[in-house]
Nanobody, 126 residues
Framework: QVQLAEFGGGSVQTGGSLRLSCAAS????????MAWFRQAPGKERQGVAA?????????VYSSSLKGRFTISQDSAEHTVYLQMNNLEPEDTATYYC??????????????????WGPGTQVTVSS
């Protein structure tokens, strides 16, 4: 089993920044990718970014982010980060960390991930 815990959510104004972190523990050898997803009330869970673990830094992003978010990792600490800049009210959502072994063209598909954190709330006010 893998346990994931997200940190760093909060409330910011439009244009602000936040950095989320996700620490993994347990059987961390069982997955290849870690990813961030988000879900706003009444909407489907959306893939934000995913990164291949182990130091290759092979990453993929949702095209809707317009380059505002950056995913990174500390492989030794089994931790992944999401730096979010120039935040907009539309970014308001619960952000989830996930781990799994997705098919390469489905790295931002929620059903490809086995393990999930409880989520952290991000609220952006105008």
């Amino acid at each position: 089993q893998v346990q994931l815990a997200e940190f760093g959510g909060g409330s910011v104004q439009t244009g602000g920044s936040l950095r989320l972190s996700c620490a993994a523990s347990g059987d961390t050898y069982t997955y290849v990718y870690m990813a961030w997803f988000r879900q706003a009330p009444g909407k489907e869970r959306q893939g934000v970014a995913a990164i291949r673990t182990g130091g290759t830094n092979d990453a993929v992003y949702s095209s809707s982010l317009k380059g505002r978010f950056t995913i990174s990792q500390d492989s030794a600490e089994h931790t992944v980060y999401l730096q979010m800049n120039n935040l907009e009210p539309e970014d308001t959502a619960t952000y989830y960390c996930a781990a799994g072994n997705p098919t390469s063209w489905l790295r931002l598909a929620p059903h490809q991930y086995n393990y999930w954190g409880p989520g952290t709330q991000v609220t952006v006010s105008s």
